[in-house]
């Protein structure tokens, strides 16, 4: 892969960043590179990277892989990291053949003629954005930069964060966007588990900080994806990815209030959304649950509060969303104590089993799953609590102690079953008729004593 260097000035600079000095700018060279050894380096081989990464090896490009962690780079290795199947094929090939390698070597991204950067953007215990991880990655990629390369970032972010960690650092550095180097940003579009599209036929969205910076971006994407919309800036393609995941919270904050109106009129709350969604336009159906979890729409909203909050600018929608699905947990909660009461039983020395606690169905992915809540909450709550969920063989509570998985769930003797995740492959055999289930899921009315939540 080769870009052209296009003399076109960089966007003014509206935001304040960190900032190098003079002499830690003096000590990173500037050495033109006319070949590379790869044509993209992808920095973060998670969720997001991993798939990324072998999406562009199967479009035919070099591809070198980076990430600082050995244990996730012994995992790929081994073949063990939690794929679709298609990406599994994919990467077994990868493996096997040429122009692809993984490393943690970081020094080895000026090899690379683009790096696309792909961690992790958590929020804090306070709600407040994390970029530890995104601003390690980012100086990383900037220390590293060699004139002639495209940055791209794909990590979900506030508007302007690019501009703040990759196009200001890179002036200290002598590096002018759209000139001597290329930046862009391109919201990742990865959903764990979901085979029903794929990455090659899902749209990227692509902003740059020119517009050469943006024809570089589309051009790298280009080689894999069959559709790609440019916009006039990052901050438009920042932007873009908050309203995608704020619209989902929105919806399904919205789907769990009728859920609630739902219960107290004795209607079923999957057949009202199924009947709804008959309609052909103007409406897409979202689904009631025991909470929000995954990387995306527990965290992404909240980088859009907390950059409003800085402008004083109010946003009572999205703040009454995101506070609904947070309190999702403890509705939960408050329905194990009323079910539990209804059968003469207390909550404190009850035994409750959680079904299913990774975030979603059939992917082994805890991050911000409800179900780590609720375990948690119950066993504070004086609960005797357990969990079984085949992907998982233990978890560790908020309050530090550890968890193991209850693999004979028949054994266990549970007082009430909680069904949290409905997993593909949980055999539900072992459930006696007697054993009251409540589901979270809304779902599985073939369960024999089951209440709603």
Known sequence: ???????????????????????????????????????????????????TALSLHAAGLRVLGVDVSERRLAVIRSGEADLLESDRDRLETAMAGDGFQITGDTYRLGDAAAVIICVPTPIDEHLTPDLEILASACTMVVDAAVPGQLLMLTSTTYPGCTRDLL????????????????VSFSPERIDPGNDRYAHEDVPRVV?????????????????????????????????????ENTFRAVNIALANEFAEACLALGLSVIEVINAAATKPYGFMPFFPGAGV?????????HYLLWQLRKAHVDAPVIEHAMSEIAGRPRRVLERVRETLADQGKPLRGSRVLVVGISYKPNVADLRESPALEILSMLADQGADVGFHDPFFGAVRLRNG??????????????????????????DWEWLSPEVLVLDTTYRRTDLPRRVQL
């Open 207 to 243: 902003g740059g900080a020119t517009p050469a910076c943006q024809a570089a971006g589309a051009a790298l994407l280009g080689r894999y994806a069959r559709n790609i919309h440019g916009v006039s800036s990052l901050e438009v393609a920042e932007m873009s990815k908050l309203l």
């Open 1 to 51: 892969m080769s870009i052209e260097i296009v003399d076109d000035s960089s966007l003014p600079l509206t935001h304040q960043s960190r900032q190098r000095t003079t002499a830690d700018a003096l000590l990173i060279p500037v050495i033109p590179r006319t070949q590379f050894d790869f044509d993209v380096a992808i920095v973060g081989l998670g969720y997001v990277g991993l798939p």
């Open 293 to 301: 979890g995954g990387h995306c729409i527990p965290c992404d909203p």
């Open 167 to 182: 196009v200001t650092p890179l002036l200290v550095r002598g590096l002018t966007a759209g000139k001597d180097i290329f």
């Open 401 to 426: 102690s550890e968890l193991t998985a209850t693999v004979d769930p028949d054994a266990f003797g549970a007082d009430l079953v909680v069904l949290h995740t409905d997993h593909d492959n949980v």
